[in-house]
Structure formats: structure tokens, C-alpha cells
């Protein structure tokens, strides 16, 4: 006949296994703890196709802009020819003397305000959807106003306003907070709407070519998905 293996247990045969019992306190901090690691997954989760997706962007924003065609590369400027001798040796010219003549000191030319630069913002199809204005630290995105881009319409706050410009906002305050950066230099936007259609939005305090770079693709990609939901309605 068998002996049972629990610990302290004398009685001989089948004997179950010592269950252990949790108190109602124990149970609790056990689902709470339960609930906590589902949402850090969840939240992980989605950082993660949020940075697949912003990284996607970037390599295809890159991918058209910095491409250079292999003929350009393998051309090499042509060679001067050596001048002669005939062409170095100084000339020498009689001196005339020049008359007299009082110099006046050119007044330097005033320095105009920095232009913006114009960039069309096109679909993967070639259509235009927008322009983007960049200045010297703030950008103007002009929608194309037939197109009829709703303020309303998805992605644009989920995504573009409050993911991309707020996670950028995030930052800014953060390093505020350290001390890395003026508070007047946060970045800020405001979108400039007739109705529920976006005329114009304007973004501020752009220090970063990386971000501008985000900017450009991200609501290219924005107005793209936007696009799509009105072609099917």
C-alpha cells in the first residue's frame, strides 16, 4: 500500500495534494495585478505599431527624397585643360595714371525677411492633397480646397493632431521641466478651419529637421487615409 508524500501526512494509500487556499485579500491583489499587466501589454502593444508605422513613413519619406540615379553618380567633372605658357606669363602694360575720383561707401542692401519655401504634398498616386509652407521655425499646411479635408474626418485628430504634434508637445514640456528648453519655445499649432473644412493649419516653434521631416510624411499619410474615407462615402 502507498505512502502519502505530503509533508506532516501518516495515512496510508491515495491521499490528494494540499491545495493551498488565498485569502480574499490576496485574491484581490492577484486580479488587480492580473489587470495591470493586461494594459501595459495593450499599451506596449500599441506604441509598438505606433513606432513600426512612424518608422515606415520615415524610410518611404527618405527613400524619395534622398535617391540620386546611378549615372549621376558615376559622372566626373571633365578636366581643364593646362594653360600654356604664353597664357601664364604676366603681361606686362604701361600704367596710366586714373583721375582722381572720390569713393563713397555703398550703403549695404537691406535684408529682406526669410521667404517661406513651397512643397506640394502628394499621395502615393501622384495626386495633390496639400502644400506645406515651411519658414524659418514654423510651417503652414494648406489643404487643397476642393478636396474638402473635414476637421471631423479620421485620422486627422486621433492621429496627426493628437498622436504626432501632441507627442511632440510631450517632449517639449518635458525638457522644459529639466531646464533643456525655453518654455517659449514649445512647439504649438493651431488649425484654421471654415466651417468643419481645414483651411490652414499652422505649427510653431519647429527647431528639429527630424521633425519637420515627420510632419511632412505624417500627414501626407493623414491626408491620404482621409481621402479614402471620403471617396467612399
Not at 505599431?49 to 566626373?76: D, H, I, R
Not at 492633397?129 to 503652414?140: C, D, F, H
Not at 471654415?194 to 500627414?219: C, F, M, P, T
Request: aromatic share 6%.
Amino acid at each position: 500500500m502507498p505512502i502519502c508524500r505530503n509533508i506532516g501526512c501518516h495515512w496510508v494509500g491515495f491521499c490528494l495534494p494540499k491545495v493551498t487556499i488565498l485569502s480574499e485579500m490576496e485574491v484581490k491583489n492577484l486580479a488587480e495585478l492580473k489587470r495591470e499587466l493586461e494594459e501595459r501589454i495593450l499599451k506596449t502593444e500599441k506604441e509598438l505599431l505606433y513606432m513600426k508605422t512612424s518608422l515606415k513613413l520615415v524610410n518611404e519619406a527618405l527613400a524619395s527624397t534622398s535617391f540620386k540615379p546611378a549615372n549621376k553618380l558615376m559622372e566626373k567633372p571633365m578636366a581643364e585643360p593646362s594653360p600654356s605658357f604664353e597664357e601664364t606669363r604676366p603681361k606686362v602694360e604701361p600704367k596710366i595714371p586714373e583721375p582722381f575720383v572720390p569713393r563713397v561707401q555703398p550703403t549695404p542692401p537691406s535684408t529682406p525677411a526669410q521667404a517661406e519655401q513651397s512643397f506640394p504634398i502628394k499621395s502615393k498616386m501622384g495626386e495633390d492633397l496639400a502644400t506645406m509652407y515651411v519658414g524659418q521655425s514654423s510651417v503652414r499646411i494648406v489643404p487643397r480646397h476642393d478636396l474638402g479635408f473635414s476637421a471631423k474626418t479620421p485620422p486627422f485628430q486621433s492621429f496627426f493632431v493628437d498622436r504626432v504634434l501632441g507627442e511632440m508637445r510631450r517632449k517639449d514640456e518635458m525638457a522644459v521641466d529639466s531646464g533643456a528648453k525655453d518654455p517659449s519655445l514649445i512647439i504649438d499649432h493651431e488649425v484654421r478651419l471654415e466651417g468643419d473644412s481645414i483651411k490652414e493649419i499652422v505649427i510653431r516653434n519647429i527647431d528639429e529637421e527630424a521633425r519637420l521631416r515627420e510632419i511632412r510624411s505624417s500627414i501626407r499619410w493623414t491626408l491620404e487615409r482621409m481621402l479614402e474615407k471620403f471617396q467612399r462615402t
